[in-house]
C-alpha cells in the first residue's frame, strides 16, 4: 500500500500539472482575443478610409437557413459604424478573457500581494460590467470597493473611478484604446510568463505607410490628390 508521502507527492504533482494546464489555456485565449482586436483595428482603419474592405458571398447558406448577398453586404457607411462596433466587441472580449485568466492563475484577487494583479483584475471587471449589462451603449457600474479609487498597472493603464459610476463608458477613461490591449499583453507574458513577444512572427510589409494618432489617421502617397485643399500652418 502507499504510504502518505507518496499520495502528498502525486496529489501535488497533479494540482501542479493542473496549473499549468490552465495557464497554458489561459496564456492561448488571451492570445486569440488579442488577435481579434487587431483584427478590428485593421478592419476600422480602412473603413474609415473609405475602404470597404470586406466582400460578401453572392449567396449563402447554412443549415436550413439562406441570405441573399444584399441582405448581408454592407455599404461604407454601414461598414464604418459596424467596425467602431466591431472594436467595442472587440474590448469586451479581451476585458472577459483577462478578467477569467487572473481568476484562473491567482487567488485572493481583491488584497492580493502583487498590486499590479489587483488593478489589472478590477480594471477588467469593471470594463466587462460595463459592457455585459448594456453592450451597445455600455455604462459604467462601479461598486462598493471599487469607488472613488485609482487603479494602475505598471505604466500600462490607468483607471480612476472618482465620479465615473453610472457615466458612458469611455476609453479615456483608462488611457485610450491601446491601452486594454497592452494590459491583456501584459498579464500574458508578465504575470503568466508566456515567452512569445511576437519577435518571432513573420508579418507581411505594409501597403502603404500609415500612421495614427489617436482618430487622426495620416497617410502617404506619392502625389496630392486632385481637389485636396492646401492647408497652412
Known amino acids: ?5 507518496v499520495r502528498y507527492n502525486r496529489r501535488i504533482t497533479r494540482q501542479r500539472s ?9 496564456i492561448l485565449e488571451l492570445k486569440i482575443s488579442e488577435l481579434q482586436f487587431r483584427l478590428a483595428a485593421m478592419v476600422r482603419l480602412e473603413t474609415s478610409l473609405k475602404n470597404q474592405p470586406l466582400d460578401a458571398p453572392t449567396a449563402w447558406s447554412h443549415g436550413k437557413h ?19 462596433y466591431f472594436e467595442r ?5 479581451m476585458a472577459i478573457t ?51 479609487k485609482e487603479f494602475i498597472v505598471d505604466n500600462v493603464i490607468a483607471l480612476n473611478t472618482r465620479g465615473l459610476d453610472q ?23 508578465n504575470l503568466l510568463g508566456d515567452t512569445d513577444i511576437g519577435k518571432k512572427r513573420k508579418i507581411p510589409s505594409p501597403k502603404n505607410k ?5 482618430n487622426l489617421i495620416l497617410q502617404e502617397v506619392d502625389k496630392i490628390p486632385k481637389g485636396a485643399k492646401r492647408i497652412y500652418f
Open 89 to 93: 466587441t472587440a474590448t469586451y472580449l
Open 210 to 214: 500609415i500612421i495614427q494618432q489617436g
Open 1 to 5: 500500500m502507499e504510504n502518505n508521502s
Open 98 to 148: 483577462i478578467k477569467e485568466a487572473l481568476e484562473c492563475n491567482f487567488t485572493n484577487l481583491t488584497n492580493h500581494s502583487d498590486k499590479n494583479v489587483v488593478a489589472a483584475y478590477q480594471i477588467a471587471r469593471m470594463i466587462r460590467n460595463a459592457f455585459a449589462h448594456s453592450p451597445i451603449k455600455p455604462i459604467w457600474r462601479i461598486k462598493g470597493y471599487c469607488r472613488d
Open 18 to 26: 493542473q496549473r499549468m494546464t490552465d495557464k497554458k489555456r489561459s
Open 167 to 189: 457615466q458612458p463608458f469611455d476609453w479615456r477613461h483608462y488611457g485610450g484604446l491601446l491601452a486594454l490591449f497592452k494590459l491583456s499583453k501584459y498579464v500574458r507574458i
Open 66 to 84: 439562406e441570405v441573399s448577398y444584399e441582405e448581408i453586404a454592407l455599404t461604407r457607411n454601414q461598414a464604418d459604424l459596424a467596425a467602431d
